[in-house]
């Protein structure tokens, strides 16, 4: 099991995420000794979905005028339509994760989650996977979409869907840990 002890992940997710893609790779990742802040554009609880239904809620850490990329490790976006469609157009998120990028952090995207790289111009060139409906912005953003359970390229990790969970979080733990090792956890990013 990758030893994630220190590592801080921001899990960027508002309204509408798809519940299983953000509780079980949380769960896998503080199994692993990470600590992982949900991170909204607001306070409160966000509002999950199994699919098309309403489900659960979580609880919001930090929002992203709270949250510095300079305090995180590495970030995990997980899926869901109604999320992702609603951080892409987030300035606060798009600058988030371009920071992030800028700064070499593994990245952990799954689902629908993707679309958030494209509005933040990061998947041009990128290898990469989502869930088949949006495949084709992403070829049109650049990127060389492709349908497998997980993607590696780099340290950017992605899946197609829930049932991909298991290879996701593998993939996302192992990506993680490296990073770990060669970037001290906790390390301000680079500007």
Same mark, same amino acid.
């Given at each position: *099991? ?6 801080? #992940? &921001? *899990? ?19 199994? !692993?000794?990470?600590?992982?802040? #949900?991170?909204?554009? /607001? ?10 239904? /309403?489900?659960?809620?979580?609880? #919001?850490?930090?929002?992203?005028? @709270? &949250? ?5 490790? =590495?970030? *995990? ?14 300035? /606060? ?6 920071? $992030? ?11 629908? &989650?993707?679309? @958030? ?21 992403? /070829?049109?953003?650049? =990127?060389?979409? %492709?349908? @497998?359970?997980? #993607? ?7 899946? %197609? ?10 993939? $996302? ?5 490296? !990073? ?9 990013? %680079?500007?």
């Amino acid at each position: *099991m990758a030893d994630l002890n220190s590592f801080r #992940v &921001a *899990m960027l997710a508002t309204d509408g995420f798809e519940e299983r893609e953000l509780t079980e790779p949380k769960q896998a990742l503080e199994r !692993a000794g990470a600590r992982v802040d #949900v991170i909204a554009p /607001k306070r409160g609880d966000i509002q999950a979905f199994r699919h098309h239904d /309403k489900s659960i809620t979580v609880p #919001v850490d930090r929002t992203l005028d @709270e &949250a510095g990329p300079e305090e995180y490790d =590495a970030v *995990m976006l997980p899926g869901g339509a109604l999320n992702a469609d609603a951080l892409r157009v987030e300035p /606060k998120a798009k600058r988030f994760l371009r920071a $992030m990028w800028e700064a070499g952090r593994p990245f952990a995207v799954i689902c629908h &989650a993707p679309w @958030e790289l494209v509005s933040a111009g990061l998947a041009e060139g990128r290898r990469l996977t989502s869930y088949h409906t949006i495949q084709d912005d992403l /070829k049109n953003a650049g =990127a060389d979409w %492709r349908d @497998e359970e997980v #993607v590696v390229d780099g340290q950017l990790v992605t899946s %197609r869907q829930p049932d991909d969970i298991p290879a996701f979080n593998r993939e $996302m733990l192992r990506v993680f840990a490296e !990073a770990g090792t060669r970037v001290a956890p906790g390390t301000p990013a %680079r500007r």
